[in-house]
Structure formats: C-alpha cells, structure tokens
C-alpha cells in the first residue's frame, strides 16, 4: 500500500519536476531567445533596411506579400511542391538505406562511413559531383540513358536546366544527404529489444514478417521524427537551389527561403524578409499541427497503445 | 573516465573565458580596421606589413586590422553597421555610400578634408568615383580601388587561325567576323570559341551603355521596353546562333561552376572580364600570349564604356562619441590613401587602386597593366536603385535567362523584367 | 539459433543462399559507395594539384605530378593549431551542453505529466520554423549588452541552455518514449526519484541515441562557420571551419589549399562517425521486459 501511496505523491511532484527537467532549456528559450524573436516580430511591421532606423509601417509588409507580389506565390508554390515530394521520399531513402546498412557483413562500419561521406564533404565537391551526374550535354546519367532515348527517339532530359524537372532533380541530389536520417533509423534500430526478434525466431517467422510486425512499427517514433523534421527543414529548403540553379530556370526552384534571403541581402529589405518569417512559421506551424496528429499512429514502447 | 572527462570540461571552460591577450599597447588609442585579406589568404602579409608600419610611424595610435574572406565580409560588416558596432574605418561597395550616409553611420569627409586640406591628394581620385562617395553635396567615403572590364583576347589562337593583333576587333560586327573564325568545332561538340556575349563578366547594362542605352531613366523608372532595348539583347543571343544555348552553356558550365575562367583555361580566343584576371592568370604561371584591349562598340554611335566598380574606405560613426578615434581613423585614411601606400597596396596585391600617380608608376613597364588603366578612364559604375539594389543581379537574371535559352523572346523578356521592376518600385514606395 | 533446429540439408541450402544474398548486398553496397566517394576523391585529386593545373578544370582531372606539400602549405599558412584548438574548445563544449540540455528537457517531454507541457512543445518545434536570419541582428545586438562581444560566450553558453538544441530535444522525446514504462515503474516502487531513474536507466539505454546528438551536434559546429564568423569579434578566437575561408577569394582562389585544409578538417569528422556508429552494432538489450 505504501508503495501506492507513493506513486501518488510523485505524481503530485511531477508537475514541478516536468518544470525543473525543461528548466535549462525553458531559461535559454526566454532569456536568451525572447528578445530576438519579438524584435523580428517588430521588424516585420517596419521598413528596416538595416542600416536606418525602422520606420512603423503597420501591416503594409503583410499586405504587400499577400496581394500584390508575385514572387511571394510563385515561390510558396515551389516551396510546397519540393515538400509534398521530397519529404516522404527522403523517409523511404532513408529507411532503405538504414536496412541496408543494419546487417552484420564485413566492412559494414567502412561502408555505412561512406555514405555519410557527403554530409560531410565540401559543398564545392558535391556540386561538381551533381553537374558531372545531371550535366544534360555531358552528364554521365545522360549518357548512361542514351540508348533509351534513341530507342524512344525522345529529346534528352534537361535535368535542373528543364523547368518542368528541376524541382524534381534538386529533390534527388538531396538525396545524397540522407545518410544523415539512416542515422538516426540506425540508432533506433538498436533500441529494438532482441527479445522481440528471438521469440519471432522461435515462431519461424521470414525476415520479410518480422520488418513488417516487428521492426517498422518499433521504428514509428523516428520515422514520425523525421517526418516533422523534413517538413520543417523542407518548407525552408535554399541551399541546393542557391548553390545548383540560382532560382532558376525561369524562377523554377525559386523557393520561399530563397526569396527571403534575396529580401534580406539583395534588397536590404530586413523589414519584409521578418514578415515573411512569420508567414512561413504560422503556414509551417498550421501544418506540423496537422502532422502532429500522426502521432496515435506512433508505436511506443513505453507507452499504453 | 569520468575524472578525466570532467578534467577536461574543466580545463576547456577556463580556456574559453580566459580574455584575449590584447596586443595593443596600454599607451595608445586602438583603431579598429576591417578588410578583406585574412590570415592565410595571399594578400595577408602585406596587409599587416602595411599596417605595422603605420603603427611605427607614430606613437599615439594603434591600428588593429581584421581580415575577412570577401565572401563573408559583407554579412560581417552588415550586421556590424546595424548593430553599431561597425570597425573605427573599413572597406565597403562605393556605389551604396549614400544609403549609409543618408542613416548617419559614417562621417563626413568634407569636414576632415576641409580642415586637413593637404591629407588626401582628392585630384588623384577619379571624379566619377567621387560623385557615387558623395551625399547631399559632402563626402562620406574614398574610392579605395578600382576596377574596371576589357576585352581579353589569346594570341596564340589568333596566329593559330591566321591573324595577327591587327586583327584585334573594335566594332560589334568586327568581334563577331574574327570570333567566327576562331570557332573549332569538332562533330556536334565546340572545342573551342570565339567570342560569347555572355560569357565572363559581360552583362547587359554593360552593352546598353555601349549602345547609348540604359535600364532606367533619371528618375530611376525603368525604360528596357523601346526596340534599341530588344535589339542589344537579340544581338547578344544570336551572336552565336549556329550553336544551340545549351551547347554554349555546357562549354561554358564546365568551368565555371568552379570558379575557373573559360579565358584562363583557354577554351575561348576572347572574352570580357574584369581586371582582376589578369593578375589571376600571371599568378597561375599560364603559358599562353595574350593582351587587353578596349571592349568592341556597336558599329553606329557607339560609346567607349565599361562597367567599373570599386571598394570604398569609410570611417564609421557608432554614435559612441569617440573624437580620438576618430582623429586616428583619419590619420589612418590618410595614411592608406597616400601615394605610397596605394602603390604598395596595388604592386602587392594585384589590384587597380583609386590613385592615379599611383597606379601610373605600379603600370610603367607593363603593356597590359597601362591598357587596363587606360580603360578606368571610361568606366562607369551602375546607379544604386532603392527599389532594387540588385536590379543588375538577380532581379535582372530571370528574365535574362529566359530570353537567352529562347523560353521568352527578347521582347517579351524585357516586358516582364520590366513589369516586375514596377511593382518593385511601387511596393517599395509604399513602405516608405 | 533457431537454425540447429532445422535438418542438415536444408540448414545448408539456407546458409548457401545467405552467402549468395551476402554477396549481392556488397555488390550493391560497393555501387552505391562509388556515386558517395566521388566528391571526397575530387577533393582530394584538386588538393594535389598546381595552381597552374586548376587554371585547366576539369580538363585535367589528375594531376601530373601530385603536390602533397600542399597540404602543409595550407597548414602552415593559417595559424592551424592556434584554430583547432579553438575549434575543440568550442566544440566539446557545446557537445557537452547540448547533449546534457537536450536529454533533461526531452525527459521532461516524454516521461514526465506537467502543465502546459504539451504547448511548450510545439514553441519548442516553432522555434525551428522561424529562419535563422531575420533573428540574427537583434542577437547580435543583444549579445553586446550584456558585453559578450570579442568572447566566446555567445557561441558556447546557449548550448547549455538548449539554444539550437530543439532537432536533439526532440530526437532524445522519441528515443525515450520508445523506453519500456516497465522499467520506470519498477524503479518508481524501488523508491527511486526521477533523477536517479533519468540518470540511471534513461541514460543508459539511450546510448545510441545520446551518441547519435553528441555526433550531430560534433559535426554541425564542427564545420560551422557562420556562427563563429558574425559572434567572434576577436580573430584569436576564430575556428577552422572559419579561417579555412580565407582561401576563397573574389574570383576563384586557392582551390588546391582550400581543398588540403578541407581534407585536414574533415577527416576528424569521418574518424569520429567511424567509431561512433560501431555502438550502433551491438545494441541495446533491454532485461526484465516482459512477453
């Protein structure tokens, strides 16, 4: 009975000890995070350049994006096109990696090194590394697909030079990266209770059965995780474009995040790059709220399902 | 284990607060300078070279300069000046100057020059320069350096294909009967070219000024929609029109993406670029002849210009009221915009410096370095557009791109351009 | 071992065909390894070659004559000990911080019912929605108040308190909920607190995923340069990722020395993923749950 009792009290004490837990974390969010975050919040109802003294211009930013400007949609569109696509398949690249990975062969330390290879690598090498690949004159993916285009007897792919592809060819080249989520699916993979795997083994289930009634579904936290993560980091995706095809070709991978950089350091316009901060985090927040309710899906160990 | 790692902690934390061992000396007033040779970089040492022998010549300031890669030097010096903790004088773009006179963050030179009037020797300085340093009738900036595009061209090439440098051309249609006969072409693939409008570091502005044109009126309205406009733009696309665009821009990918020049690499015969390469291809050791020339004007009317920029050098006002820095910012502008220093500055590091006895002395004996200077003369820097500072770059480059692989036809490029320039003016106007 | 169950024969076509799917797994694995290594070989062809060499591009992928005395060309011209001592100060540190403020408050987040809790947690994910650059100038300006300008404070003291740390916080939610409800009971009615069962079984179990921040956090400062760029004024301070730069000029730059120190800073990176993901083999047995 005691021990009940107990259990009672610390629940009591959680409150308080939920609190001191998030408290280093809650301290850096207000202390150091708060007065940044509400003057970008202010610079978002002025016109400062950076250099002069903001001027309170109320919600003309606002307005200005929202009704008259028509890179504002333009790259909010790009911008939702590259997550629709990009984000589930990074999860499945991923994941096919962190499969292929998680077995027990010779040189699988060497190998699993070699694929995080481009998180690390300059960003100068692996841009030369997708123009060798994408080139559409002399690429190597074209000339490897030669003979499918004259036996089709179609044009050539333009790759990021073709409008109608480009949004598609900087998802692939962001692919090379997902050593990075084959991480954190590794990680997880080991958090699976061998318990789990023997039982199944005595009951002679196929390795096929097993990934599907053991292993995915211990992996919904992290590929919840990910999820949520490559929607935010996709809505402000900029790099690829930025480094690959400058927007371009005709403002094709002229993404948001792009466009708010150009606001910011092209027009020095620190005003209207703060509102369309706060545009994007009120569209990304809607939509990880959205995304959050996923979450009954998520099979935890440590909790009642 | 644990021992060891909290050891470690422990040691680490007390090296990170420990202060920095501030090499000024107690007696003297620091200046803050802030350029663009950082340690390791190949101008370094002469930098500080420079700088140490300011500090010896006098005994009442101390100049603390910090090096920047160029790339990241802007985004410093951005938040500095917004965050007033802007260096005592440093370096910036000279065709802005206004916007950062006009917010207060920089002094007035007219007032230092008037009661100093022999230290800056002003009748050395380019008079067009000085025009972009100057807001509401007074300085508040120096041309530190200049630059200015010509026309590179590959001798060996031309003797290869049976001319000589009387060959050189000077006239649009001139660039583009020698540019045919220095094409190879081998099957569908170019080995080598001519001449590409668009290659190096031509841009539009740069043959509408050519052509007695330009993107905007004084009123900074954007223009771009009468037929003098369309056909500069349709002479650069069609100048190489037996190719396809992706042809030319495959031969030209190649390198560029990485930052080498198809001129240095000896891929084209001819091609517009700025200043700079020139010192890039003599400090590579490359072993091909070559020489400078004025870029080819269109055949009728045409103008001698270029596009030309510079850094200026600024002292800046952090509201701190600090009049003994200042005074030593100012005896170290001085100092840098001496003739001596600019031509120390320009035979170490390569480049064009804003003084002309300078420069005069740095060129005397090099044929190519004397015909770049002569070209300084005739540069033009672009108007500084509030609306859009960058309405060369990459408000301009869409368009631009479009009308180049035939998406848009030249007119209808020029249109939207201009179109989207509008509604930048009026967007702009509105927040004001 | 359910294998030395099954009869002879059939225990030997199965481990013929395991051989067979083995081999196939390298050849795959050994493709796919190519199209990764290209970039670092490019890398490493560019850091051996001449200035004169680099002029050609891609023309001349080899070098003729590789100048390994690039490498310590590039070292010695930058004062490289002097940064990567700079480097690991900032960098051990803000592993330590991260990972110490990341796994408190995603204990808070998933094990622990306090009010409020579960809108702490989306500004916890908001606050990764917001760029990064339009909050830049007022941190800055808010960091010479209190006169952390011309230290290393700004780049080290908010990793202790979770700054840049929500990507972990979250990371370490899911690894912990993930952690049998079991064991925190047990220990509950054993009479420990939270502390003791943060630091004696949430730890513990989540090894791989504790390695897997301190690795990502290692890696993003690491090679971080803007950070230390804009919030250290005092170049004794700067890091390699940092002083690297200096080889990039206006137009074009040293590639050959930029590449050779890249190479330099990047191979601590590989060493350190190398023996980090070998505790992603073993893994973690969990004793004590029950079915």
């Known amino acids: 009975m005691g021990k009940t009792i107990s259990i009672i009290k610390m629940r009591k004490q959680e409150n308080l000890i939920g609190y001191l837990f998030a408290s280093p974390w809650l301290f850096g969010l207000i202390v150091l995070g708060f007065f940044p975050i509400l003057m970008s919040f202010y610079f978002s109802f002025t016109n400062y350049n950076m250099v002069s003294a903001p001027k309170i211009i109320w919600f003309e930013n606002y307005r200005i994006l929202l009704t008259n400007d028509n890179l504002f949609w333009k790259s909010l569109g790009n911008t939702l096109y590259h997550v629709v696509i990009a984000v589930p398949l990074g999860i499945f690249v991923g994941l096919f990696l962190a499969f292929l990975l998680n077995s027990k062969i010779k040189g699988i330390s060497i190998y699993r090194t070699l694929f995080y290879l481009p998180n690390v690598v300059s960003v100068v090498a692996m841009t030369l590394l997708w123009m060798w690949l994408f080139q559409p004159n002399f690429g190597l993916i074209n000339q490897l697909l030669k003979p499918l285009y004259e036996l089709f007897k179609m044009e050539p792919l333009g790759w990021y030079l073709d409008q109608d592809l480009s949004k598609l060819t900087l998802i692939l080249m962001g692919l090379w990266t997902a050593g990075g989520s084959m991480v954190i699916y590794l990680a997880q993979m080991q958090d699976i209770p061998i318990t789990l795997y023997e039982s199944a083994d005595i009951d002679g289930a196929s390795w096929f059965k097993k990934m599907i009634h053991i292993t995915l579904p211990l992996m919904t936290p992290s590929i919840f995780f990910n999820f949520i993560m490559g929607l935010i980091g996709s809505f402000q995706v900029f790099t690829i474009a930025y480094i690959m095809t400058g927007g371009g070709p005709s403002r094709s991978t002229y993404y948001y995040a792009y466009y708010l950089f150009d606001k910011m350091m092209n027009d020095n316009a620190m005003g209207m790059a703060s509102a369309m901060a706060w545009i994007l985090l009120v569209i990304v927040l809607i939509v990880t709220v959205f995304a959050l309710r996923l979450n009954k899906y998520v099979f935890y160990l440590g909790e009642d399902s | ?432 | 071992m359910s294998e030395l169950m099954l009869p002879k024969q059939k225990y030997r076509s199965r481990k013929k065909r395991a051989r067979i799917v083995r081999l196939i797994l390298h050849i795959v694995l050994l493709l796919c390894s190519l199209v990764f290594v290209f970039p670092f070989l490019w890398m490493l062809v560019t850091a051996l070659k001449t200035p004169a060499e680099l002029l050609r591009g891609i023309d001349v992928f080899f070098p003729a004559k590789p100048q390994w005395s690039n490498f310590i060309d590039a070292v010695q011209k930058i004062p490289f000990f002097m940064y990567l001592k700079n480097s690991l100060i900032i960098v051990v540190l803000v592993v330590f911080g991260t990972v110490m403020s990341a796994t408190t408050a995603a204990y808070a987040f998933a094990k622990l019912r306090w009010k409020g809790r579960d809108k702490w947690f989306i500004v916890m994910l908001a606050t990764m929605m917001l760029p990064i650059q339009v909050i830049l100038i007022p941190t800055y300006v808010m960091y010479s108040w209190i006169g952390w300008l011309g230290t290393r404070l700004p780049m080290i003291v908010p990793a202790f308190f979770g700054g840049g740390a929500a990507f972990y916080i979250f990371l370490m939610r899911q690894f912990f909920k993930g952690i049998p409800k079991e064991l925190t009971e047990s220990a509950i009615i054993d009479g420990a607190n939270h502390f003791q069962i943060f630091l004696k079984i949430m730890l513990p179990l989540s090894k791989p995923a504790i390695v897997t921040v301190a690795l990502f956090t290692f890696m993003g400062t690491w090679n971080d340069y803007f950070g230390p760029l804009i919030f250290l004024s005092n170049p004794d301070h700067w890091t390699l990722a940092l002083g690297l730069r200096a080889f990039q000029t206006q137009y074009g730059g040293q590639y050959n020395l930029m590449m050779a120190a890249s190479i330099l800073i990047m191979l601590p990176t590989l060493i350190i993923f190398f023996f980090a993901q070998k505790t992603f083999i073993e893994g973690i047995k969990f004793t004590g749950i029950k079915g």
């Open chain 2, 1 to 432: 284990m644990k021992k060891f790692l909290s050891i470690l902690l422990l040691g680490l934390l007390s090296l990170a607060l420990y202060g920095c061992n501030d090499d000024t000396p107690t007696d003297r007033i620091e200046i803050t300078f802030w350029h663009m040779s950082p340690v390791g970089s190949a101008s370094f040492s002469d930098t500080r070279r420079i700088i140490t022998e300011f500090n010896q010549s006098q005994d009442v300031y101390f100049v603390k300069g910090t090096g920047f890669s160029f790339w990241d030097y802007w985004d410093k010096i951005a938040v500095a000046i917004s965050s007033r903790t802007a260096p005592d004088i440093g370096l910036s773009t000279i065709d802005d100057v206004p916007i950062r006179a006009e917010a207060g963050v920089l002094y007035n030179l007219s007032e230092l020059i008037e009661a100093d009037p022999d230290g800056i020797e002003i009748d050395q300085l380019y008079d067009s320069q000085l025009s972009f340093a100057t807001y509401d009738g007074h300085l508040y900036a120096l041309p530190f350096t200049a630059t200015t595009r010509v026309l590179y061209y590959n001798l060996d090439m031309f003797t290869a294909a049976g001319l000589s440098a009387d060959d050189v051309p000077t006239t649009w249609s001139e660039l583009h009967t020698v540019a045919k006969q220095l094409d190879i072409v081998q099957g569908s693939s170019i080995q080598q070219l001519g001449f590409d409008p668009t290659y190096g570091n031509a841009t539009y502005h740069g043959y509408l000024w050519q052509a007695g044109l330009d993107f905007f009126d004084e009123d900074l309205n954007p223009t771009l929609n009468t037929q003098g406009h369309i056909d500069v733009l349709q002479w650069m696309i069609d100048f190489n029109s037996e190719f396809t665009r992706s042809q030319l821009t495959a031969f030209g990918d190649a390198n560029t993406m990485l930052g080498i020049n198809p001129f240095a690499g000896e891929r084209v015969a001819m091609m517009i670029e700025v200043d700079s390469l020139y010192q890039t291809i003599k400090e590579a050791g490359a072993d091909f002849n070559f020489g400078v020339t004025s870029i080819p004007v269109p055949d009728d009317g045409g103008i001698r210009v270029n596009w030309g920029s510079g850094f200026s050098v600024e002292m800046y006002d952090n509201n701190k009221n600090t009049p003994d820095k200042k005074a030593g910012a100012w005896e170290f502008l001085k100092y840098l915009m001496s003739k001596d220093t600019q031509k120390d500055l320009s035979e170490t590091n390569g480049w064009i410096m804003a003084h002309q006895g300078a420069m005069l002395e740095v060129a005397e004996g090099d044929a190519i370095m004397t015909r770049i200077l002569e070209e300084v003369a005739y540069a033009r820097d672009k108007v500084y557009v509030p609306y859009a500072p960058s309405w060369h770059g990459n408000d301009w480059q869409s368009y631009y791109n479009d009308a180049l692989t035939g998406k848009k036809t030249a007119a209808q490029a020029l249109a939207d351009a201009r179109a989207n320039y509008l509604q930048k003016k009026a967007n702009w106007e509105a927040t004001r």
